[in-house]
T-cell receptor, first 109, second 116 residues
Framework: DAKTTQPTSMDCAEGRAANLPCNHS???????VYWYRQIHSQGPQYIIH???NNETNEMASLIITEDRKSSTLILPHATLRDTAVYYC??????????FGKGTRLSVIA | DVKVTQSSRYLVKRTGEKVFLECVQD?????MFWYRQDPGLGLRLIYF???????EKGDIPEGYSVSREKKERFSLILESASTNQTSMYLC???????????????FGSGTQLSVL
């Protein structure tokens, strides 16, 4: 079973920041938070992951709360090509990733 | 970048046929996975493999088998296809994983299988 809770869907205006929340209140100390996304008709694509500290790469930023019970994926300037299903996953690295139903993000012009 | 190639983008088979879905990765990854994706159900793990000739059942292995004779190739086999196996099948691979690694899971583009 997925250990995360995400909203079913969200909208974001093009050019604005998209903030996608994820609750993982039962996360263990050795589990990372991973984010993947799946654009229509493609396989999922890795975005970012983190353990405790906030992380940033060329695609997005990941903000993890101090108690690690929730996190937020930030796409700083959303474009139409960011329209996708976004998956938040917690995993220790020793077992296969379990994908929930994710958040369907629609970026609107 | 890693390339995970699935042999067919679309496949139509008849009930009772034996079906082979092939997946090849080009980055010498140890771990390979087969998922299926259905509307409203998300991605579900069928089988995975941590090494050549090794296989592990995922969450929904019934009706499927796998083969990993070479490191780069992981095949999903439907012994006798049924209509409830109509689905999108996704293959993925990753290098050795663990709590301190930063490896990414790479997916193929998927095979949409229709069983009539």
């Amino acid at each position: 079973d997925a250990k995360t809770t995400q909203p079913t869907s969200m909208d974001c205006a093009e050019g604005r920041a998209a903030n996608l929340p994820c609750n993982h209140s039962t996360i263990s100390g050795n589990e990372y938070v991973y984010w993947y996304r799946q654009i229509h008709s493609q396989g999922p694509q890795y975005i970012i992951h983190g353990l405790k500290n906030n992380e940033t790469n060329e695609m997005a930023s990941l903000i993890i709360t101090e108690d690690r019970k929730s996190s937020t994926l930030i796409l700083p300037h959303a474009t139409l090509r960011d329209t996708a299903v976004y998956y938040c996953i917690v995993n220790s690295g020793n077992t296969p990733l379990v994908f929930g139903k994710g958040t369907r993000l629609s970026v609107i012009a | 970048d890693v390339k995970v190639t699935q042999s067919s983008r679309y496949l139509v088979k008849r009930t009772g046929e034996k079906v082979f879905l092939e997946c090849v990765q080009d980055m010498d990854h140890e771990n390979m996975f087969w998922y299926r994706q259905d509307p409203g159900l998300g991605l579900r793990l069928i089988y995975f493999s941590y090494d050549v000739k090794m296989k592990e059942k995922g969450d929904i292995p019934e009706g499927y088998s796998v083969s990993r004779e070479k490191k780069e190739r992981f095949s999903l086999i439907l012994e006798s296809a049924s209509t409830n196996q109509t689905s999108m099948y996704l293959c993925a691979s990753i290098s050795i994983r663990g709590p301190t690694t930063n490896e990414k899971l790479f997916f193929g583009s998927g095979t949409q299988l229709s069983v009539l």
